[in-house]
């Protein structure tokens, strides 16, 4: 049996030329989409990273940085002020009264 002019034979190998080139056009899809991920994936990394350390301590590098701390104990932060700058809070089992 034969269909514009080939038979089923011819076919078969037609298809599966056509299968072999979808393929590899599927496999430089997706090595391009696993580099675009990885790089974004990298970049948030970075931006994390940097959120972590330059943003939420910026005030305390200021007061270091300004003098605003000397080295006298009497203007130096308690661990509760850290916390606090730091955004975190003290454990439950740290009583106020004690840090004071």
């Known amino acids: 049996m ?3 002019g ?3 034979d011819d076919w078969a190998n037609v298809s599966t ?3 072999v080139i979808v393929g590899g056009l599927a496999l430089v899809y997706s090595a391009i989409q696993l580099r675009i991920s990885s790089r974004v ?3 948030q990394f970075w931006l994390d990273l940097r959120e972590m350390f330059a943003d939420k301590h910026h005030e305390i ?4 940085r ?3 701390w000397s080295n006298d104990d009497a203007n130096f932060p308690t661990e509760e002020d850290w ?4 955004g975190a809070s003290l454990p439950h089992w740290i009583s106020r009264t004690a840090v004071l």
């Open 2 to 4: 034969k269909f514009w």
């Open 6 to 8: 080939l038979n089923l």
């Open 17 to 19: 030329i056509l299968g």
């Open 41 to 43: 994936s990298q970049a």
């Open 61 to 64: 590098h200021r007061q270091l």
């Open 66 to 68: 300004n003098a605003l």
């Open 83 to 86: 916390a606090e700058k730091a």
